[in-house]
């Protein structure tokens, strides 16, 4: 990759929720410019380390740091973008009406709502009631409202969920056009065919990583041909690549 | 603070609102029919209903508003979108300053047809001006409101939200010295009534119906309304949480 810098440095990350240790002593580094993929059986921890990166999530102990200041900082407000699992948008607004507010929030102009709504492939259904969108459509809103902010960095949790392969495809050539302009883009997935689109993979099992490579090498390294066999391979060898 | 902000959030929660035409036909009208009732039942001694009826028009706005918001702001919390919104450049306070202006505007239009109904058609009488009637029920259900925000944070459930109106509306309205002057209370009971804000309200609005002029009590009144106003909703931005467990 061209660009090189680091954009979210995790050290010794450590959350306790419930008593329960869900992320033990996690260490990476994330560039920009770059797809990373998170990825790894639900349960292991993907969304409160996408959270703690965010800030929203309360850590127990070591620091996450994004674009040099410690993540959840009021000036990291405006450029980083975040897209829960569950779709956080109103339900009784129309998906311009989402936007036009969000918009406000975050001090976007107009075109920002055309350009996010083109993004999605949303432009038709501008109008309509996101309560009567299907499952699909309304992530794609959640989405429109974190490209808003035309964020630096651009946190994804399970996008593409229930989409159809042609709009997931459109999307993933999107991440990937942002990540071209320097967005650094850290996506999710419990989909592992979906790891072959990222520039960098971090598989994650138990709240720890359990590899942190190029898809590439990852397979070099597994003597395997996917990344599914690879997370076998790793988690039956029982030591980190 | 950001007033553009807090505006585009009262703008929002009005959007929704206007979606949502049984919620308003019932913010508006249902404090119109009780009041309307209780005119019916007086229908033979109207001096009652001249006394019962302004504090019910502080009352009624108070818990139609106090329900309203709580059960909106526990929508907020557990759809996702206030985490979102805490995550980004917003400040707490813009939150539920919106909240307030959104709901401040409904309850103007609740105290006009409220204030309207009981002194146009049903001959309430009061000695103070009508508009100062109004005033109080509109200062009375954002009261209603900011107090439906802070509670709105210890409620996981719409269900909760809901059973916290009896604890934290009735005895306001048992100690707010409709039912025995605020003096004839035991002392305990009295000095409770005196921090809680619904004893203004009833005061201000008894205020107006026996005297004519606005005399000093009655803005000291209306002032102490103001300040569990403000506090109440510096209460509620602190519950509002950027990080959670």
């Known amino acids: ?241 | 603070m950001n007033p553009v902000i807090a505006l585009a959030v009262a703008h929002r929660v009005l959007r929704q609102l206007r979606r949502d035409r049984r919620t308003v036909a019932l913010l508006l009208l249902v404090p119109c029919l009780l009041l309307t009732l209780l005119w019916w039942m007086f229908d033979r001694d109207s001096l009652v209903f001249d006394r019962l009826g302004p504090p019910l028009l502080a009352m009624f706005p108070f818990i139609v508003m106090f329900l309203v918001t709580s059960v909106t702001t526990l929508r907020e919390r557990s759809s996702g979108t206030l985490e979102r919104l805490l995550s980004m450049p917003m400040a707490k306070l813009d939150l539920l300053l919106g909240y307030a202006l959104a709901f401040g505007a409904v309850a103007v239009v609740q105290a006009l047809l409220a204030v309207g109904l009981t002194v146009g058609l049903l001959g309430l009488d009061v000695a103070g001006p009508v508009w100062a009637l109004t005033g109080v029920a509109v200062f009375d259900a954002v009261l209603g409101t900011a107090l439906g925000l802070f509670v709105s944070a210890f409620a996981q459930t719409e269900f909760q939200a809901v059973q916290f109106m009896p604890v934290v509306v009735i005895p306001q309205i048992l100690l707010c010295g409709l039912f025995v002057p605020r003096a004839g209370l035991p002392d305990t009971l009295h000095g409770l009534s005196d921090v809680l804000p619904l004893s203004y309200a009833v005061d201000a609005m008894q205020r107006l119906q026996g005297s004519t002029g606005l005399g000093g009590d009655f803005w000291l009144d209306l002032a102490v309304i103001v300040g569990y106003v403000a506090a109440t909703l510096a209460l509620g931005a602190a519950t509002l949480r950027r990080r959670t467990a």
Not at chain 1, 151 to 168: F, K, Q
Not at chain 1, 183 to 190: A, F, G, K, M
Request: aromatic share 2%; charged share 20%; glycine share 10%.
């Open chain 1, 1 to 241: 990759m061209a660009n090189s810098s680091v954009s979210v440095r995790i050290a010794h990350l450590r959350v306790v929720r419930g008593g329960k240790e869900v992320v033990a002593d996690l260490s990476a580094d994330i560039e920009a410019g770059q797809i990373t993929g998170l990825l790894g059986p639900s349960g292991c921890g993907k969304t409160t380390l996408m959270r703690s990166i965010v800030g929203v999530q309360r850590v127990a102990g070591g620091t996450v740091e994004v674009l040099g200041t410690p993540a959840g900082h009021a000036g990291l407000r405006r450029r980083v973008g975040y897209v829960t699992q569950a779709p956080s948008v109103y339900a009784d607004l129309t998906v311009k009406e989402n936007l036009d507010f969000f918009a406000a929030v975050v001090g976007a102009g107009p075109s920002a709502r055309s350009r996010a709504l083109s993004t999605v492939d949303l432009n038709d259904a501008g109008d309509q009631v996101v309560s009567r969108l299907s499952g699909g459509q309304r992530s794609r809103v959640s989405l429109a409202v974190a490209l808003l902010s035309d964020p630096d960095v651009l946190v994804l949790d399970e996008p593409t969920v229930g989409l159809d392969p042609v709009l997931r495809r459109q999307l993933w050539r999107t991440f990937a056009e942002l990540a071209a302009g320097g967005t650094t883009i850290i996506v999710s997935s419990h989909v592992m065919d979906e790891a072959e689109r990222c520039d960098r993979l971090l598989l994650m099992r138990d709240g720890a990583l359990i590899a942190d490579d190029s898809p590439r090498h990852l397979l070099a390294a597994t003597h395997t041909s996917d990344v599914e066999s690879a997370f076998l391979a790793l988690v039956e060898s029982g030591s980190p690549a």
